[in-house]
């Protein structure tokens, strides 16, 4: 089966100005919904590669496909597998939403009662059924929000591509739409590409990262390994004699590294769960006070691939040469 | 189940087609305008020279009812190419005022309110989206133009046999040819309107203008160059002359019908090119 996403060689020019660079990449495996973050500071050129998938620009070389169709010589088939819900306000301000919303699904193919079935099911499945008869215009910025997203969902895509969805939305708000965003790849097994400056909802909701700079991709992620390996890198400090637990840390074939004074870095097995841990320090009579997992977040990925950061703050101060070995192997 | 209840689900059944998905948008837009007063109001009125002439029909062709009146008046009454290009005429004022009406809101709220966007992520092409708001124009002007033509072609043919209609076998063709290149011409210039200026009132007069003063600038022109042929400019004159040759009827020396038919293609040309360049999803600035 194909990709959700396949860029190969992609390059978009706009004007005299080249925006997307001979790009390659294979995001999102087939299947179950995932969710793929897209960042990159201002300029980058995501923007672009959203519209390129969406048919709207050419590509000057290359292929972009969405679950093996061509963007642009398969257009069609393309959009009938998409769901868009672009970043600036986009509706017709007079028309009821649940008008709309008919309207929508019904040009995007469903039959005429299956579209206003769908219609009024969407927006109340995204909290605007109460308002649905309101006309647009009258709506708050984050009904408008909701409004979008109801577009984007009501014909069932496979594929969702949101940008910005959650601009201008309160905390409430931000964290219905991101529930909303997790269900929509969980629940019903849709493909989910997130635009967004925010790194903590990217992060909320996410499976895999693709961080554009300057038209290029710097960095690819995938989210869900980087968690798991995270998970494998423990610090540990803890209370008593401890010259025991190096030994005690092989018997779960676990790599210790003593930095004084009761702290430890140990490197996890990947079968070896870190309730371990507890046992092994308590058959050592040591007390924790402290286990943390190295947590790599996605502000220092995406500072770190944007060349705004070498490494991960407080890495690479204080590393050992043994050290450097354990983060080798990580 | 009630449907707050129910829960979202993603649809899974077949799709409609192509044809079905382009006449979404005339039934909807139909729906919006017929609910408007002034538009059904316009729209009734529009269908009262039809009634006359109807009425004109049935009278012409009961000699008893005007044989008294002598021969002249025999003349006068002769259902032909003349009593069509003058239904024509009157009916094509319609058309524009109507058009004026239906076709702003086709395309500017679009423009206006950042649309675009949404509906060229669905699966259907610029030309679709054209062609869509097209049916919307076409189909309104249709029942003030074509229907009631028909209606009077078969009321004469039932009342004047069919000897007639095999004498003039030509005026169906010719009033559904002609009527059918007004209606396309009138519908380009509503949709150019309204994809050139989002402001749907503005956009309403600009129809309206667009004929009166393309006329007035040819009439202008004619009596700066002291000459006639810049009337193959004024798209209403240009029309009426291709008309009167598809009807067999006396032209006007002054025009001539090759140049009004390609006059009246270049602009059909010129208002595509303005659909084209206004109906983007994204703007790209170079």
Redesign the interface.
Known sequence: MSHVIELDNLSVR???REILKKISCRIGRPGSGRAIGLLGPNGAGKSTLI?TL????KPSAGAARILGFDCHHS???V??L???M?E???????LPAI?FIR??A???????A?AL??A???L??VGL?EARYRPIGTYSLGMKQMAKLA?A????PELVILDEPTNGLDPGARTRMLKLIREMKEE???HVILCSHLLRDVEETCDEVVILKDGVIVHQADLEAERRANRRFVELEVLGDDSALATALGAIRAEGLNEGGGRWRIVLPGEVEISALWKVTASCSLAIRKLTHRRDTLEEIFLKAVGHLRATPGEEAGRKPEEAAIHGRL | MAVYKRGYSRYTGDLTGRWQRLVAVPRFVWGRLFGQRYVVALFVLALFWPLLCCLFVYVANHAELWSSFGRDMAKMLEINGQFFLVFMNVQSVFTMILAAMAGPGLIAPDIANNALPLYFSRPQSRVDYVLSRFLVVAGLLSLVTILPALFLLAMQTGLAGFRWALDFWYLPAGVLAGFALWILIVSLVALACSAYVKWRVVSGALVLAFFFLLGGAAEMMNAVFRTTSMSHLNPAKAMNRIWAALLRTEPGAELNTAVCAASLAALAVLLILVLERKLRPVEVIS
């Open positions: 706009l004007g005299r519209q969406l048919g709207f620009h257009s069609t088939q959009k009938a998409l769901g868009y672009p600036s306000d986009s509706f017709v301000a007079q008008t309207l929508l019904e040009l995007s193919g469903l039959p005429p299956a079935e769908k009024h099911e969407t109340f499945h059924g577009q969902i009501v014909h069932g019903h097994g849709m």
